[in-house]
């Protein structure tokens, strides 16, 4: 085992240019100009963006990092609440985020489960949670800090379901 480093990467949820998963659905949801009704909720999540993704595996290739297990994450968590008013700054919109009571929204996400509809628990849920991973021990081994800062990676993601 001479000469070979073992590391375990476990990476939050990934985005970049042409990203297909939940920011898409939001994004679309944002773009329709319907105010976003879940402002209500304070909660913030943890993204990686793909160029920061790709900083770790460099590092990794240029033999900087020491081998191990790291949790991967940009450097600032990010409410959901924030990534509205960006799509909307992206998309160059006055939307409107609604603080409709967390009851509410819980009664009609448990209507849309039963129903099969696309607004239901599991949507609320990936939407309003709190997801934060902390990247400190990663952030200690790296040579130099992430290329890009949290917000600046989810804009260029944004703008990539823009053009």
Known sequence: NKGKKNFILRPCMIH????????????????????????????????????????????????????????????????????????????????KILNVPKGLIGLLSRIGSWIHAPFNTSTVGKLCENMVVSNEKLRLNLSEDFPVAAEEGLKKTIRSFHE
Do not use: Q
Not at 58 to 68: F, M, S, V
Not at 69 to 92: F, K, Q
């Open 16 to 95: 970049g240019p042409g990203n297909k998963g939940n920011l898409n659905m939001l994004y679309k949801f944002i773009r329709t100009g319907i105010p976003y009704p879940l402002g209500a909720f304070k909660n913030k999540r943890s993204f990686l963006s793909i160029e920061n993704f790709c900083f770790v595996i460099e590092e990794i290739i240029a033999d900087r990092l020491n081998e191990g297990i790291y949790l991967m994450a940009d450097n600032e968590p990010v409410s959901t609440n924030r990534i509205v008013e960006i799509m909307n700054e992206v998309l160059n919109k006055k939307g």
